[in-house]
């Protein structure tokens, strides 16, 4: 037992996750701050603005690099060791990133005044999307250079990067929201990630890999045809996850209230803080790790070796929170969120269920599964707004995290059954 502990200990994937153990805390803390401040100052309904605006944003940025990242991942691990084959990708890459950002920057700046009373239903707000269009070039490079980043495993500069962020996000939020309150919460979501393509920069500048030529090569018809697969993986996932949370939103808003809805947007903002340990880890070693493996049996031993670590800290997680959840609401935000608390056992289900979901979804996505994996996320959206409206009519915002558990159930079962045969059968 104790041989099986140390080896298990000693895997690749503990490795990484202890390196990224440290941007994980600090991600952590400042989001507990970045939480705490600027749930006091805007309260539920400020928390669920910014919520729609969040997952905007997440569907944009996918856009603007034509969700090439995972792609660009993939094969900068894959070619690592050749020249020749990788700086194609990176040429490729960047020139895909800057058009498509230009193009939705313009959209965004000319079509400022709809998204804002359509996303933010205030046209009060549209200085927000101007300002988001004159960023967004930035915005995308920097998701473009962290992706190259961990395609060549320079996971320290991952995690300098990443520790950055979080604190130039932090000061961003808490600044603008005590100065401009609302208002100066959604700036602060659109800006600070363009301040970080800069600081990625220099953290890169001397990398072997890295040269200005390499990036201002001509576009590759064919390479860009082999990131084309990710890409729809990508953009699919990218635009109907958080698409799906805007339009749950909007039920709860409808149905219930604005207030239920940042109530419901709190309780998502909790199952990403704790679930970022995972999803944190695993971004940075579990695609590269699975693109380069090809046997049956080596794929196998990688996700029972993942599951093996991720269950027991899934099971123990969830369990304290929900035993503390009154605690933990009132330390995180603030009374006006204590109708959180009857939202809990059923997200915390759901997370479980995501997550498990996750590890065999990144097999479809490192293995360029694009039928099956593009399949999966369309219905898992359209269950999950179907379910999510009828839900929410029964139950108001209960039901929209019911109806995240039992989708996220028939996800894992489904794809349990896609690689029955990798998972069971050890021949």
Known sequence: MLLRAKKLLTT????????????????????????????AIIGPVGVA???????????????SNGGINSGITKYTAEYADSEKDYILYLGTGFWIT?????????????????FSISILHDIQYKPVFYIFGGTLLFYALNALLTSVINGFKEYKKYVISNIVGSIVGLLFSVVLAVKYTVFGALVATVTFQSIVFFITLGLIAKSYWFKWKSFLLKFNKGIAVKLGHYSLMAI????????????VRSFIISKNSITDAGLWE???????????VITASLGVYFLPKL?????????????????????PFLILTTSVIFIFRVFIIHVL??????GMRDLF???????????????????????????????????????????????????????????????????????????????????
């Open 98 to 114: 800057v058009v498509l950002s230009v193009l939705t920057s313009l959209v965004l700046v000319l079509g400022a005044g709809y």
């Open 266 to 276: 709190g309780i998502n903002r909790i199952s990403g803080m704790y679930l970022m």
């Open 49 to 63: 603005l910014l919520g729609q605006l969040n997952n905007f944003v997440q569907i944009l940025l996918s856009v």
């Open 333 to 338: 935000f603030t009374q006006e969120f204590i």
């Open 291 to 311: 693109s380069e493996l090809k046997s049956k049996k080596e794929l196998r031993k990688e996700v029972l070796t993942v599951y093996k670590l991720v269950i």
């Open 236 to 247: 699919v996932s990218a635009v109907t996850v958080p698409a799906g949370q805007i339009i």
């Open 345 to 427: 056992a059923f997200q915390l289900i759901g997370d479980i269920l995501k997550i498990l979901g996750w590890v065999l979804g990144y097999l479809l996505l490192a293995k360029a599964m694009t039928k099956i994996y593009i399949i999966m996320e369309l219905v898992n959206f359209v269950l999950l707004v179907i379910m999510s409206y009828f839900l929410v009519n029964l139950y108001g915002s209960i039901g929209a995290t019911l109806a995240f558990a039992i989708v996220y159930f028939i996800y894992f079962a489904v794809l349990c059954f896609v690689f029955r045969n990798l998972l069971f059968n050890k021949n």
């Open 12 to 39: 690749d994937l503990v490795k990484v996750s202890f390196l990224n153990a440290v941007a994980t805390l600090i991600k952590m803390l400042t989001g507990f701050v970045s939480v705490k401040v600027v749930a």
